[in-house]
């Protein structure tokens, strides 16, 4: 890379991988809604796009290099004790949501094992591996360089979970995966574990709801004692109607009103007497 390019590249990495994940994590505390599908399947559609204008060998050599037993073996063994760690996490601070979503959603889980490898795991290792890796070869010059920096903006993307536990761990998996993509090249075999780490997380319960989770289950509770039977059975009912205004009851809609009745003591269209809760 020459002397004039640099300063450019470097200032496009910041903005891609510094400034865009803070803004997001801005918006996040704003209380903003963050489309992130779209937005994972925007950019990786643009990482595509410009690695198939720009380095067509280097994005072929990706998806079809093949990688060894020794690599298998490998990944399968950060993947077991991945599962030891996160099963231990999940049983040590929110051992009520443990396989909560196989056992519980099970069509959202079914529906999640096929979506989330392909619009979000996918996305994510063509921007953060294939392009990352391409693209800033001139800036980082080492390999190491290389997987330790992908690895810390990989962190960076998920601050927007408002955790630092999200941020941490999903620094740790981004150094596995740039380490995969660094040792073989093969785009394939890094969307695969990333997609078993995740497949693992989502099954386990994941770690960045956790903070989410309390703070709904805090809201939820100081609505009960704070409203009395009569208003929280109209607040309901009027969910209820705002959920069937489609005329689709979805299971998740369907899990959280069964919920609230469970956690206000309340009862849909009830005729009782109102008394306090």
Request: charged letters at 15%.
């Amino acid at each position: 890379m020459s002397a004039q390019l640099q300063p450019r590249r470097l200032a496009e990495f910041l903005i891609l991988f510094v400034l865009v994940p803070a803004a997001l994590w801005g918006f996040r505390l704003a209380g903003r809604t963050i489309p992130v599908v779209p937005i994972l399947c925007l950019l990786g559609l643009a990482a595509l796009l410009h690695l198939g204008r720009t380095a067509p060998g280097h994005l072929r050599g990706s998806l079809v290099r093949p990688w060894s037993s020794n690599e298998t073996r490998r990944i399968s063994l950060q993947v077991s004790l991945g599962a030891v760690f996160i099963l231990a996490y999940v049983l040590a601070f929110h051992p009520d949501r443990f396989l909560d979503m196989p056992l519980q959603r099970t069509s959202a889980w079914v529906l999640f094992l096929v979506v989330y490898p392909l619009l979000s795991v996918l996305p994510q290792e063509l921007i953060f591996r294939a392009f990352f890796f391409h693209r800033y070869a001139g800036l980082l010059r080492t390999e190491v360089s290389r997987v330790l920096v992908s690895a810390l903006v990989f962190g960076l993307a998920h601050a927007f979970y408002g955790t630092w536990t999200a941020v941490g761990l999903s620094t740790l998996g981004g150094l596995f995966f740039s380490w995969t993509f660094a040792r073989t090249g093969s785009l394939p075999l890094v969307v695969l574990e990333h997609a078993v780490y995740g497949v693992l997380e989502r099954a386990l319960e994941r770690y960045a709801q956790g903070a989410v989770a309390d703070m709904l289950a805090d809201s939820v509770d100081a609505i009960k004692h704070t409203l009395p039977t009569a208003q929280r059975r109209h607040v309901l009912n009027d969910l209820i109607q705002i959920a069937n205004a489609d005329g689709i009851f979805l299971d998740s809609e369907e899990d959280l009103l069964n919920d609230l009745t469970l956690a206000w003591d309340v009862d849909a269209f009830a005729d009782e007497p109102d008394g306090e809760g």
